[in-house]
């Protein structure tokens, strides 16, 4: 249900909002939200001036994790992607100061779309999806600066740490053996590109069969193309995890299927690959360990937060075990 200005969803003072995006042409007339997606990440509403419909975005409510919830990042990649292959929303506005709605926020367009039940044709789109995106040259899209790829690797393993380290709140066994094992053996990073951070189906919008837009740009950087492959195997081995819920009746591509399909169209040697699941199970581990402290802190909003600290052990197992692949 839409809420009207006098009834602002939490994180979203609508009256302030709808003064500044007047202001500056974006919007027309009263506004009404919605939450859309409660926050595991970045806090998403659905806003509407009468019948026209846009999204606004907004880092989490609470405890939040240096350089994990940068709405400058999401909005530059986004905007910067817009003419290549790679589908994104149309961005129109980006507030980086605080005191309008209480965080720095973007607005963009609202694209129609949804997450269907994963499948093996979906897991292709998305693989083809990954591949133009690690094609796109950073510096012809005004990127050349968006981010330090020299390092990439170790400083991915340091700043997971240090995230895990803000989060602690627990004993979690293993955890700090699989961060001691990837540090102690970085692979040598074959093509520095664009970065999603954070590439999975639920973080896509699907329709018709196609992918019509790739949302959640926050972690994006310039880096080793292959920490986007690990992590959106990973997701796609544990669909729960990946947003997608289901699984339609011809199940998911195998994993070394899809790995195939990228390096060819990347054009990647993937031998080590191992190495870069364990460091994406280490980095859903720690992010799954920090939605775990903001719930425990009753600093999440909307629903499914209740189960997340239950995928962090097996996660570090896994990611464990494939180093020893």
């Known amino acids: 249900m839409a809420v009207r200005p006098e009834t602002s969803p939490p994180g979203l003072d609508l009256a302030r909002l709808e003064e500044h995006l007047v202001a500056r042409g974006v919007a027309e007339g009263t506004l009404t939200a919605e939450v859309v997606h409660g926050g595991m990440s970045n806090l998403t509403y659905l806003v509407r001036d009468g019948e026209r419909p846009f999204v606004v975005r907004r880092p989490p409510l609470g405890h939040?994790?240096?350089?994990?919830?940068?709405?400058?990042?999401?909005?530059?990649?986004?905007?910067?992607?817009?003419?290549?292959?790679?589908p994104v929303p149309r961005t129109y506005l980006l507030c980086e100061d605080p005191e309008v709605i209480g965080a720095p926020f973007y607005v963009m367009e609202y694209v129609?779309?949804?997450?269907?039940?994963?499948?093996?044709?979906?897991?292709?789109?998305?693989t083809d999806v990954l591949a133009r995106l690690h094609a796109v040259d950073p510096a012809a899209v005004g990127l050349a600066d968006f981010g330090r790829p020299?390092?990439?690797?170790?400083?991915?393993?340091?700043?997971?740490?240090?995230?895990?380290d803000a989060s602690r709140s627990r004993e979690v066994p293993g955890i700090d053996t699989l961060h001691d094992r990837l540090?102690?053996?970085?692979?040598?990073?074959?093509?520095?590109?664009?970065?999603?951070?954070?590439?999975?189906?639920?973080?896509?919008?699907?329709?018709?069969?196609?992918v019509r837009a790739?949302?959640?740009?926050?972690?994006?950087?310039?880096?080793?193309?292959?920490?986007?492959?690990?992590?959106?195997?990973?997701?796609?081995?544990?669909?729960?995890?990946?947003?997608s819920g289901e699984v339609g009746p011809g199940g998911r591509t195998p994993a070394g299927e899809l790995a195939a399909r990228y390096a060819e169209g990347a054009g990647l040697d993937i031998s080590r690959l191992g190495w870069y699941l364990g460091l994406a199970c280490f980095k859903l581990a720690v992010i799954s360990e920090g939605i775990h402290f903001r719930y425990t802190k009753g600093l999440t909003v909307g629903q499914g937060f209740a189960a997340i600290g239950d995928n962090v052990a097996p996660l570090v197992a896994h990611g464990l075990s494939a180093l020893e692949d």
């Open 214 to 243: 790739v949302l959640d740009w926050e972690m994006s950087t310039l880096g080793d193309p292959l920490t986007d492959l690990a992590l959106f195997l990973l997701y796609a081995e544990y669909a729960p995890l990946d947003g």
């Open 150 to 164: 020299e390092g990439f690797l170790e400083r991915q393993v340091r700043r997971w740490k240090r995230q895990l």
């Open 112 to 126: 129609e779309g949804g997450q269907p039940p994963a499948s093996r044709e979906i897991d292709a789109k998305l």
């Open 64 to 86: 939040v994790l240096a350089t994990a919830h940068d709405m400058g990042r999401e909005y530059r990649v986004m905007t910067a992607l817009r003419d290549t292959g790679v």
């Open 183 to 210: 540090a102690a053996s970085v692979p040598r990073t074959q093509r520095d590109t664009i970065v999603h951070g954070d590439f999975k189906l639920g973080n896509t919008l699907i329709a018709d069969g196609e």
